[in-house]
């Protein structure tokens, strides 16, 4: 392993969400001074457990993200939680046709779908799983891997790629394509429900989105405990190296001075400073001015039109039986 640069600065990060807490940990373990605040009673955002129950993500796919992750800050993934692979990756069930499970093996999959719906259903399969899996090697490193895609990075490698124009479907959605691709209704839905991982619907979400089909097809993981323990675990490795995570502790404002950030202000009042500062919240709360008004040009704003949510969840505690 290469040992990490010594860094030093006193950096504060909003929010102690999967996002802030992979931000935080390999800037601990470069020797800076960090602290994460965060308004919630314990750190994790969405990943985190509401009475005793995980609220939110419930499996893990592009392992190595993670395993890269903990790599950098010179430990093993899973050393710290308990991963188990997922043989199915997905079960579906419709009322009158009952279930139809897909698999990391592709074949697999593809002779499960060739049962339930047909042999033509099989081959568009086949044909839908290659271009999600162009279209998730073309856009891995340029956008989904980068900290900050960049759309002029992102066109020149378009363009150094034309075939990836195609298979991105420009200007088409993902019920268009997912309607060229499947003549099975069925097929159109099940794979349509990809738009829904970012809280977008198929008509209204970019043909693009079919690649993350692909980041499920390469495996999926469940964390034992659930995926809380991933962010505990992240939490513990920050606090063992040095890091200090404040929980119930909103952050107010962003203040700044000289043209850069100079700390922040707490509901309580409290202000703390810091060199930088990480904004783990939606941007745009910065767009909208609601962390003070000197930081909201530091994102924009991406629609005018009113937000819905994107999920309604309803956690229960069972224990399950045949
Ligand atoms: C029901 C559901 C199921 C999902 N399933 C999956 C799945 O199976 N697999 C998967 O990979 N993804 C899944 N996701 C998506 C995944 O959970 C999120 O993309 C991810 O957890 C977001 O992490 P984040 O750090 O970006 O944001 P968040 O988790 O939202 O973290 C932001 C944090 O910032 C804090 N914060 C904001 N403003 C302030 C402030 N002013 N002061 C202090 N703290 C502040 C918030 O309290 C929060 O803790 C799911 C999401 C949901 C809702």
């Not at 290469?2 to 470069?30: D, N, Q």
């Not at 999959?109 to 899996?133: H, M, N, P, V, W």
Request: glycine share 10%.
């Amino acid at each position: 392993m290469k040992k990490p640069r010594h860094c030093s600065g006193r950096v504060i990060v909003i929010g102690g969400g999967i996002g802030g807490l992979a931000t935080a940990l390999p800037l601990v373990h470069r020797g800076f001074d960090v602290t994460i605040l965060e308004q919630q009673a314990v750190p994790g955002g969405k990943m985190r457990q509401v009475n005793g129950v995980d609220a939110g993500p419930t499996v893990l796919t592009m392992l190595d993200v993670f395993q890269d992750l903990f790599a950098d800050a010179g430990e093993s993934l899973t050393d710290h939680v308990h991963l188990v692979p997922q043989e199915i990756l997905a079960r579906h069930w419709w009322q009158d046709s009952g279930p139809l499970d897909l698999f990391p093996d592709q074949e697999r999959s593809a002779d499960a779908i060739g049962e339930f719906a047909g042999t033509a259903a099989k081959t568009e399969f086949l044909t839908f799983s290659k271009r999600a899996a162009r279209l998730f090697d073309g856009f891995s490193e340029p956008m989904m891997r980068q900290a900050e895609p960049s759309l002029t990075a992102l066109t020149s490698h378009v363009m150094r790629h034309p075939a990836l124009i195609r298979d991105m479907g420009l200007g088409q959605t993902l019920k268009r394509l997912l309607t060229r691709s499947f003549t099975d209704p069925r097929l159109r839905q099940l794979f349509g429900r990809y738009a829904t991982y970012v809280g977008g619907s198929p008509d209204r979400s970019p043909a693009l989105l079919s690649l993350i089909w692909e980041a499920e097809a390469r495996g999926v993981w469940c964390v034992k405990g659930g995926m809380s323990a991933l962010a505990k675990a992240i939490a513990l490795l920050i606090e063992a190296k040095g890091g200090v995570i404040r929980t119930q502790t909103k952050v107010e404002k962003i203040n700044t001075a000289l043209g850069g950030v100079s700390g922040v202000r707490l509901a309580s009042g409290e202000a703390l400073y810091a060199d930088q500062i990480v904004f783990n919240g939606d941007p745009r709360a910065l767009a909208l001015g609601l962390l003070g008004d000197t930081t909201n040009q530091v994102a924009t704003i991406t629609t005018k039109r009113a937000r819905s949510h994107s999920a309604n969840v309803w956690s229960f505690s069972a224990t399950p039986s045949d």
